[in-house]
């Protein structure tokens, strides 16, 4: 069973920036994706990020130019740098990996931005 563990939410002001981290209980590299999602109070859980094993990126529009996903090589943490952050941006956000063996959820790590 995969375990996955985020880390690095907290409240920040409008304008400033967080550094999420997921570790994972194997090798990032060894899934097939790895995605980071959203979910504010009363909405629907959101993709935000995604990361192929074969390096392709995806972000929503609503954080293109502001979020950036990354992998630490070789390791087993990946991350979502969160830059100019909006009040909007609050929510619960969680770590998913996918595959080969199933898809797996974290627990989430909370975000919130106000001033």
């Known amino acids: 069973q995969v375990q996955l563990v985020e880390s690095g939410g907290g409240l920040v002001q409008p304008g400033r920036s967080l550094r999420l981290s997921c570790t994972a209980s194997e090798n990032i590299f060894d899934f097939n994706a790895m995605g980071w999602y959203r979910q504010a109070p009363g909405k629907d859980r959101e993709l935000v990020a995604f990361m192929s094993r074969d390096k392709i990126i995806q972000y929503e529009d609503f954080v293109k130019g502001r979020f950036t996903i990354l992998g630490d090589k070789g390791g087993n943490t990946v991350h979502l740098q969160m830059n100019n952050l909006k009040p909007e941006d609050t929510a619960v956000y969680y770590c998913?990996?996918?595959?080969?063996?199933?898809?797996?959820w974290g627990a989430g790590t909370q975000v919130t931005v106000s001033s």
């Open positions: 998913r990996s996918f595959g080969p063996r199933g898809d797996y």
